[in-house]
């Protein structure tokens, strides 16, 4: 059963670029939420996708925007990168609702993340 | 706005010995605690608490809540080697999100 996927695990970008990371949740899963995590701090919600929907979302600027498709795949998109945008991007998948209940915080797994460097 | 703060941010300690990581809470209609372990890079689920005084366990490792006073303790006793990492609180009020600290970078020596 695998577990959650991301893509790709390292990336080099320079300022001003574009970047799309992608996430495959886990079997099962049809939630999927980002996080940034800076070096030396913990992972800040970006935002939550569930039926190709984006449902909730952080204190991050519209260059960061994102997709859910039919298969509960996801993708984030970065526009225009600065320098701060360098971190590990994770992504976390969860139960489906109806099966979640109080068990939506058990629910949570996250992937090994992508970590973007911009140069 | 919502706080998670964690104490101490480092720690090393002998292999063997126990230790307590703290972290407290300034949330707007809190629902649950989480404690994450982060070795290098994906955090895997330790506990959830959601109510005050009631201990989870899991082998050497413990927690729990003071919705009272607003904090959460994680305990390791008999530490080892491999409970290297980076500890996380998270907190999560209604809503999707969760809310992380910082983090305790814990470093256990043999």
């Known amino acids: 059963d695998a577990g959650v996927t991301q893509s790709p695990t390292h990336l080099i970008k320079t300022r001003g670029q574009q970047v799309t990371l992608r996430c495959s949740p886990k079997?099962?899963?049809?939630?999927v939420s980002w996080y940034q995590q800076a070096l030396g701090q913990g992972p800040q919600f970006i935002f939550q996708?569930?039926?190709?929907?984006?449902?909730q979302r952080g204190n991050f600027p519209d260059r960061f925007s994102g997709h859910q498709f039919p298969n509960y795949s996801s993708e984030l998109n970065v526009n225009a990168l600065l320098l701060g945008d360098s971190a590990l991007y994770l992504c976390?998948?969860?139960?489906?609702?109806?099966?979640?209940?109080?068990?939506?915080?058990?629910?949570?797994?996250f992937g090994s993340g992508t970590r973007l460097t911009v140069v | 706005e919502d706080k998670v703060v964690q104490s101490p941010l480092s720690l090393v300690v002998h292999e063997g010995d126990t230790v307590t990581l703290n972290c407290s809470y300034e949330v707007t209609n809190f629902r649950s605690l989480l404690w994450y372990k982060q070795e290098k890079k994906a955090p895997t689920f330790l506990f959830m608490l959601t109510s005050s005084g009631i201990e989870k366990k899991s082998g050497r490792l413990s927690s729990i809540l003071d919705k009272k006073e607003l904090f959460s303790i994680l305990n390791i006793t008999a530490t080892q080697t491999g409970d290297s990492a980076v500890y996380l609180c998270a907190v999560r009020a209604p809503g999707y999100a969760l809310n992380f600290g910082k983090g305790t970078s814990l470093l256990v020596t043999p």
């Open positions: 079997s099962g899963h049809d939630t």
């Open positions: 976390a998948s969860s139960l489906p609702l109806t099966l979640r209940g109080r068990a939506m915080d058990y629910g949570y797994t």
């Open positions: 996708y569930y039926e190709e929907e984006e449902r």
